[in-house]
């Protein structure tokens, strides 16, 4: 019978074995959390990059909200890219028996400059450098209300807005959009033909110095709204 010990092997039970992968395991997770703590430590313990490191992998929570943050960001890194995107939504764009310029797709929105704001807005887009992604960020997202009246409600945002402020959250500016179908609130965030404080929303996304976003949308009955954050 070979002797296995002597030729420098020792058997163990497949117990063994599972219990000293998960060790090593433990210890890479171990080893992998004190680099990031120390890596902190160097850089003063910058509580912007502790969140960018904690969070750079989290996303929205509902459906909408992950469609507006991605579009988001494939707009950032790539500007250019969404110019022709823009302007056959431009085909979109109606005038009614009032003579109101309004963007008809599976939900009708209310335009100011119609047609001229698509223009411009691809305009904006031809002369915008990519730039990095905006990272999601738990901390800014606004909590959803949980009944009609708060969704209508014209307080709700900006008290939710201010208690964080209080808690010590930088945020650079807020929206909410009541446009319920994706794809038409995403375009429409870009064009941003509002008939007050035109172009802010654009503004924001595409600013390279903005870091974080934070989004929820929420619908109840025929009421929805979507809260975007910036930070």
Same mark, same amino acid.
């Not at 090593?24 to 313990?45: C, G, H, P, T, Y």
């Not at 929570?61 to 500007?79: C, G, H, M, T, V």
């Given at each position: 019978?070979?002797?296995?010990?002597?030729?420098?092997?020792e058997?163990?039970?497949?117990?063994?074995?599972?219990?000293?992968?998960?060790?090593?395991?433990?210890?890479?997770?171990?080893?992998?959390?004190?680099d990031?703590?120390?890596?902190?430590?160097?850089?003063?313990?910058?509580?912007?990059?502790?969140?960018?490191?904690?969070?750079?992998?989290?996303?929205?929570?509902?459906?909408?909200?992950?469609?507006?943050?991605?579009?988001?960001?494939?707009?950032?890194?790539?500007?250019?890219?969404? &110019?022709?995107?823009?302007?056959?939504?431009?085909?979109?764009?109606? *005038? =009614?028996? +009032? %003579?109101? $310029?309004?963007?008809?797709?599976?939900?009708?929105?209310?335009?100011?400059?119609?047609?001229?704001?698509?223009?411009?807005?691809?305009?904006?887009?031809?002369?915008?450098?990519?730039?990095?992604?905006?990272t999601?960020?738990?901390?800014?997202?606004?909590?959803?209300?949980?009944?009609?009246n708060?969704?209508?409600?014209?307080?709700?945002?900006?008290?939710?807005?201010?208690?964080?402020?209080?808690?010590?959250?930088?945020?650079?500016?807020?929206?909410k959009?009541? &446009?319920?179908?994706?794809?038409?609130?995403?375009?429409?965030?870009? *064009? =941003?033909? +509002? %008939?007050? $404080?035109?172009?802010?929303?654009?503004?924001d996304?595409?600013?390279?110095?903005?870091?974080?976003?934070?989004?929820?949308?929420?619908?109840?009955?025929?009421?929805?709204?979507c809260?975007?954050?910036?930070?």
């Amino acid at each position: 019978m070979i002797n296995i010990k002597k030729m420098g092997c020792e058997c163990q039970k497949p117990e063994e074995n599972n219990n000293e992968i998960q060790a090593e395991k433990n210890n890479a997770s171990k080893n992998e959390e004190e680099d990031i703590n120390d890596f902190l430590v160097i850089n003063n313990n910058n509580l912007s990059l502790r969140n960018h490191l904690i969070n750079k992998e989290k996303k929205p929570e509902d459906e909408f909200s992950r469609y507006i943050f991605q579009k988001i960001n494939a707009l950032r890194q790539n500007p250019k890219s969404f &110019i022709d995107t823009i302007l056959q939504a431009k085909n979109n764009v109606i *005038v =009614d028996k +009032s %003579g109101i $310029n309004v963007y008809k797709s599976s939900v009708k929105v209310a335009l100011n400059l119609g047609e001229r704001a698509f223009d411009l807005a691809a305009d904006i887009l031809k002369k915008t450098e990519p730039m990095g992604k905006l990272t999601y960020n738990p901390d800014l997202t606004v909590e959803i209300p949980n009944n009609e009246n708060d969704i209508k409600s014209r307080d709700y945002l900006p008290y939710q807005i201010q208690g964080k402020i209080d808690s010590g959250i930088n945020i650079k500016s807020f929206w909410k959009d009541i &446009i319920k179908d994706p794809e038409t609130c995403f375009i429409l965030t870009v *064009v =941003d033909d +509002s %008939g007050q $404080n035109p172009g802010n929303k654009r503004n924001d996304i595409l600013d390279k110095n903005n870091e974080y976003i934070g989004i929820s949308s929420v619908k109840i009955g025929r009421s929805f709204a979507c809260y975007i954050v910036i930070g």
